[in-house]
C-alpha cells in the first residue's frame, strides 16, 4: 500500500468509526476542511424548525411532498422511475421508460427524504430508505457504472448498448445525483449502504477520467458529477476524487465543438457572460465554486465572480428565478452570423426579461440557490444570502402547490389567457410532469432549507436565513452553541434568539442585514447597541455570553414598490410590490369579475396595508390598498390605437404574495404593473 492510498484508508476508517462529528462533517455541504471557504455549514440534525413559515413549509414536505411523490415514482402508470430500477436490478422484467435523466430524478427525491430523516428520525423513512437501497445496489456493474438505461439494455443483450454513446443519455447526471444523494444518506443516518454504492460510481468515473478524458468531457450535461464528486472527496477524503474534481473543469476546453447552450463554445476561465440552458449554466457554476473552495484556483473564483455578476445584476427576475428564454440564439444580435448558434430553456441577452413569456424552468432556479450557497460559504459576503432568500422566498417556493402535490415545470411572471401562440408546458401546476426534473428538486430544495440557515467560523455563528427554529450545534473549538430563535418572519420583522447554552470564551453573532431593509435595530438584554447595522451586511455582536442572553433583530418590514433597470424593456413604466423579502402579485381571482387584470394600474403613491390572514392560502399576509381601473375596449382587429380618453376610477385591490399564486383554481396574474 502507498503512502496516500494508506493516509486515505486510515482517514476513511476514522471517518466511518469516530463518534466525535465535528460540525458541518455532517452537514448538508461538508466545509469542514475545505481550505478556500469562510463559512463552513452546520450538521444535518443541528437546526430543528420549531414554529411559523418554514416549520409549516418543512411539515408539508415531510407529510405530504415526500409520501405523495413516492407514490408518483413507483407507479408504473405514472412514472417509471422506480420500475427502471427494479428493471435494472434484474428484479423485474420489462424495459426502461421515460426520460434518461429519470434516475437522477429519483435520487433527488431520495435525497429529500435522507435530510427529512435526518432532521425528524422518522423511522419508516429509514427503512423505505434501506429497501430501496438494496435494490439501487443490485443495478451497478460490477465496475461501478450505474445507470438504468444502458444497465437495461446491456442486461438483455441489446446491441449498440454501450455506455456513453450519446451526451444526451445524462449519465454523468445521474450519477452526480447519485453522489449528493449517498453523501446526505450518509451524514443523516450513518450508513455506508449508498455510500459505498457512490463510491464505486466516483471510482469508475476516476478510471474513465484516466483512460478516456474526452469522452468524460463531452457528456457533461447538466453536470450535477461537480458538485457530486466534490461532496465524496469531502465525505471520503480520497484525494483521487480531488484530481478528478479539478479535471472535470479542465477537460471541459477538450471539448469539440462545443455549445453555448452547454456553456463550452468557451474554455470557462475565458468566460465572461452567463449563457445557454440555464440548469446546465447553474449546476456549472455550483459545481466550479465546490472546486474551488477545495483548491484555490483564483481563476475560478475571479470567473464565477463576473458571471454572477452577470446573472445577478442583468438576467435574473424579480423573484430569484433565472433562464428567461424559451428559445432562443446565442450570441443574439452578434455581427459573426456563423457564430449563432440555438439555445433553449436559457438565459437571454442581458436585461431580456419577459414577464408572460418568462421559462424560467424550476430546476434553473434551484441550481441559482445552489450557486449563491456556496458563494456565500466561499466569501461570507451578505449579497449571496441575500440572493438565496430572494430565490428561495419567490422563486422556488412558487413553482409548488401549497399542498405539496403540484408543481411548475416553468415560472411565469404573468398569466394572461387566450395567448395567440403556443408555449411548451402547462400553465398549471400540474401532479406529474413528463419532464421530472423539477418536482424532486423543489421537494429536496424545500426539505433542506433547515442547513442554509446558519454557518460557523471560529468567530462565531452566522444566521442566514430568519425563521423561528432552534440551532443545537458545536462550535470548531468544540464548545456547545443553542440559539432559539423565535419570529414571525417574513409577516413580521422582528427576530429574538435566546442563547440557551454559550461557549466559555467570546463569540460573535453575525445577523444578516438584508439589502432591502431600513433602520434595523439591534438590542441586546434590551439595551440598543450604538453601532448602526448596515444594508446588504452581516451585523456582528461579539461578546462573551451568559446563559439565557438575548439578541432582539429588528427589520422593518415595509411595502415597497420596486422599477426595474430601464434596459429590461418588458418592465418599462411598471411597479412590482415586495414586502420584506417577499415578491407579491395581483391575482384575477381577487379582482371583480367585470375587471381585467391588464386594467389596473398602481401610482407612485400607492399605499398598501398589510393584514395577516390565518385561513388564506395557508396564513399568509396580504396587501390591501386601492388601484387605477383603467376601462380597456375590446383589441380585436387592431394593433394600435389613440389613447383612452375615458377617466381611470380607484378600486379596491388585494396583492398576495407571488409564492402562493395558482393555488385557488384557474387565474390570471401578473407582478409588474404599469404605473400612473
Ligand atoms: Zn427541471
Not at 55 to 83: E, G
Not at 269 to 289: D, F, I, P, S
Request: hydrophobic fraction near 40%; aromatic fraction near 10%; include cysteine.
Amino acid at each position: 500500500m502507498n503512502k496516500i492510498k494508506f493516509r486515505y484508508a486510515l482517514a476513511l476508517l476514522l471517518c466511518l468509526t469516530s463518534d466525535i462529528v465535528h460540525s458541518g462533517e455532517k452537514a448538508l455541504t461538508n466545509t469542514w476542511n475545505s481550505p478556500h471557504v469562510v463559512l463552513r455549514c452546520t450538521n444535518v440534525n443541528d437546526v430543528q424548525w420549531t414554529r411559523g413559515f418554514w416549520a409549516k413549509r418543512f411539515t408539508v414536505c415531510h407529510k405530504s411532498m415526500i409520501p405523495n411523490m413516492w407514490q408518483l415514482l413507483r407507479d408504473p402508470q405514472i412514472s417509471h422511475a422506480y420500475d427502471n430500477l427494479l428493471i435494472a436490478a434484474d428484479l423485474k422484467a420489462g424495459r426502461h421508460r421515460g426520460p434518461k435523466w429519470l434516475d437522477g430524478d429519483f435520487y433527488k427525491w431520495l435525497e429529500a427524504a435522507a435530510f427529512v430523516y435526518g432532521i425528524t428520525r422518522d423511522e419508516s423513512l429509514d427503512r423505505q430508505m434501506d429497501k430501496i437501497i438494496e435494490v439501487i445496489s443490485k443495478t451497478q456493474r460490477k465496475d461501478g457504472y450505474i445507470h438504468s438505461p444502458v444497465v437495461i439494455a446491456q442486461r438483455q443483450g441489446a446491441s449498440q448498448a454501450d455506455e456513453f454513446r450519446n451526451r444526451l443519455d445524462f449519465e454523468t447526471y445521474n450519477m452526480g445525483h447519485l453522489m449528493t444523494c449517498a453523501c446526505i444518506h450518509h451524514r443523516a443516518t450513518g450508513k455506508t449502504t449508498l455510500l459505498r454504492i457512490a463510491q464505486r460510481a466516483a471510482d469508475y468515473l476516476y478510471g474513465l477520467y484516466k483512460r478516456s478524458p474526452k469522452i468524460l468531457a463531452n457528456n457533461a450535461i447538466c453536470p450535477s458529477h461537480y458538485m457530486g464528486i466534490v461532496e465524496m472527496y469531502r465525505t471520503l477524503h480520497d484525494p483521487r476524487y480531488l484530481e478528478l474534481a479539478k479535471g472535470l473543469i479542465d477537460i471541459r476546453d477538450q471539448v469539440t465543438q462545443g455549445t453555448d447552450q452547454n456553456q463550452d463554445r468557451l474554455p470557462f476561465r475565458e468566460q465572461t457572460q452567463v449563457v445557454g440552458h440555464a440548469v446546465r449554466a447553474n449546476y456549472l457554476y455550483a459545481g466550479v465554486a465546490d472546486v474551488f473552495a477545495e483548491t484555490g484556483d483564483p481563476n475560478l473564483l475571479e470567473t464565477l465572480t463576473t458571471l454572477w455578476q452577470d446573472a445577478a445584476l442583468r438576467k435574473t427576475y424579480i423573484t430569484g428565478a433565472t433562464g428567461a428564454l424559451y428559445d432562443g440564439a446565442s450570441p443574439d444580435g452578434s455581427k459573426a452570423h456563423s457564430a449563432i448558434q440555438l439555445v433553449h430553456q436559457a438565459y437571454g441577452r442581458a436585461y431580456q426579461l419577459p414577464n408572460v413569456t418568462a421559462y424560467n424552468e424550476s430546476c434553473a432556479t434551484i441550481g441559482f440557490a445552489l450557486w449563491n450557497w456556496r458563494m456565500l460559504c466561499i466569501t461570507a459576503q451578505a449579497r449571496y444570502a441575500d440572493m438565496l432568500e430572494q430565490i428561495l422566498y419567490n422563486g422556488v417556493l412558487a413553482t409548488i402547490s401549497l399542498d405539496g402535490k403540484r408543481f411548475f415545470y416553468r415560472n411565469t411572471l404573468r398569466q394572461v389567457d387566450d395567448l395567440p401562440f403556443e408555449l411548451r408546458w402547462s400553465h398549471h401546476r400540474e401532479s406529474y410532469i413528463s419532464c421530472f426534473c423539477c418536482p424532486p428538486n423543489i421537494v429536496r430544495t424545500i426539505a433542506e432549507v433547515a442547513g442554509y440557515a446558519y454557518s460557523l467560523t471560529d468567530s462565531g455563528v452566522w444566521v442566514n436565513l430568519y425563521g423561528s427554529n432552534i440551532l443545537d450545534t458545536s462550535l470548531p473549538d468544540g464548545s456547545r452553541l443553542k440559539l432559539i430563535q423565535e419570529t414571525e418572519y417574513p409577516w413580521d420583522g422582528t427576530i429574538c434568539f435566546t442563547l440557551a447554552e454559550v461557549p466559555p470564551t467570546a463569540m460573535s453573532v453575525f445577523l444578516r442585514i438584508p439589502g432591502w431593509s431600513r433602520e434595523a435595530k439591534v438590542r441586546v438584554n434590551g439595551v440598543s447597541l450604538n453601532c448602526i447595522p448596515k444594508a446588504e451586511q452581516y451585523y456582528e455582536v461579539k461578546r462573551t455570553w451568559a446563559k439565557d442572553d438575548r439578541i432582539e433583530l429588528t427589520l422593518p418590514i415595509t411595502t415597497q414598490l420596486l422599477e426595474a433597470h430601464p434596459l429590461v424593456e418588458e418592465t418599462r413604466n411598471q411597479v412590482a410590490v415586495k414586502r420584506g423579502p417577499l415578491v407579491y402579485c395581483l391575482e384575477s381571482v381577487d379582482l371583480p369579475d367585470d375587471v381585467d387584470i391588464t386594467e389596473i394600474a398602481l401610482t407612485p403613491t400607492t399605499k398598501f396595508n398589510a393584514r395577516f390572514v390565518p385561513d388564506l392560502l395557508g396564513g399568509i399576509s396580504v396587501l390591501k390598498g386601492q388601484a387605477l381601473r383603467l376601462p380597456a375596449d375590446k383589441w380585436d382587429g387592431t394593433l394600435y390605437r389613440n389613447i383612452s380618453s375615458k377617466t381611470p376610477q380607484f378600486i379596491d385591490v388585494t396583492f398576495i404574495p407571488y409564492y402562493t399564486w395558482g393555488n385557488r383554481g384557474h387565474s390570471e396574474m401578473t407582478v409588474w404593473l404599469p404605473v400612473r
